[in-house]
């Protein structure tokens, strides 16, 4: 308790805590509407965007990566959404395609032109996470609160929509709901918070923060707001364990996380079997 208490201390620790309960909400906040919508998998397929994005950005040496990341993501998403809906390229499709092509290139760029002395460190910090969470500075952990304030003022704001397009997008637009407008946003979020994430968790775990959350949620509850509810708790308090755990035990930071998250819904669904919860 006294080793915690001395972290504490430090405005960097408490820099990764606040950034990291904030990108835990906003994930099992989104991550229960693409459960659902069986769209889960867009997380895997935009971080792989966003480390592509990274390593042009390594490239060209610029300090601010977020100014190239966030915009392709953000245009990477919309695209996804757009062609997902096509007839001849499903969803499913559409993200393999993204996600196998942006890391590979990514990857091309880093292993081309990179200067850095390190380039597998970089490289296994940026899929895996490493201790970025640890560097951050003041603009970026306002950059996220800022970021993380808009997504849940839209949640709140717009929920009984989105939950209407979760459920049913043909009755929705026969009630007179923008469901093409809420997708969008939604698909907009979600490059959002994946690029945040990729700080916390590196890229390859960033869908990690979308998916267990929710299912262990589904595991215990059947409402929709139930789910919700739970599965933001749950994901602040894995969050908050996580990096507790990884800063006394000096384990890698996303990966103690996505740990934390994995024995939360395996105790979850076990004990939504003893209950007879399907």
């Known amino acids: 308790m006294e080793n915690l208490l001395l972290y504490f201390s430090y405005p960097f620790v408490r820099y990764a805590l606040i950034v990291g309960v904030l990108i835990s909400l906003c994930a099992s906040l989104l991550g229960v509407t693409l459960v659902l919508k069986r769209f889960s998998f867009i997380g ?13 950005a390594a490239v060209l040496n610029l300090t601010n990566r977020m100014i190239i ?43 081309m032109f990179s200067t850095s002395a390190n380039l597998s460190g970089d490289v296994c910090g940026a899929l895996f996470g490493s201790t970025s969470i640890l560097t951050l500075t003041k603009g970026e952990v306002w950059l996220c609160i800022g970021l993380s304030v808009l997504v849940l003022l839209f949640y709140g704001l717009f929920y009984h929509r989105i939950f209407d397009v979760t459920f049913d997008e043909t009755f929705s637009q026969a009630t007179g709901t923008a469901v093409e407008a809420i997708n969008l946003v939604i698909a907009v979020i979600t490059a959002v918070i994946i690029v945040l994430a990729m700080n916390l968790v590196g890229s390859l775990l960033i869908s990690a923060l979308i998916i267990f959350p929710a299912l262990a949620a589904m595991r215990l509850f059947r409402s ?55």
């Open 69 to 111: 990341v966030l915009p392709v993501t953000v245009i990477c998403a919309i695209l996804l959404l757009r062609t997902g809906q096509n007839t001849r390229i499903k969803g499913d499709a559409a993200i393999a395609m993204i996600s196998v092509g942006a890391l590979a290139f990514g990857y091309l760029l880093m292993s």
């Open 44 to 56: 895997d397929g935009l971080s792989h965007v966003a480390f592509g994005a990274m390593a042009i």
């Open 224 to 278: 929709f707001l139930s789910v919700t509810l739970f599965a933001a708790v749950l994901s602040v308090t894995c969050a908050l364990a996580g990096i507790i755990i990884s800063i006394l035990a000096s384990t890698p930071v996303g990966s103690t996380i996505v740990a934390t998250d994995v024995i939360a819904f395996a105790a979850c669904a076990a004990i939504g079997s003893a209950k007879g919860i399907q």
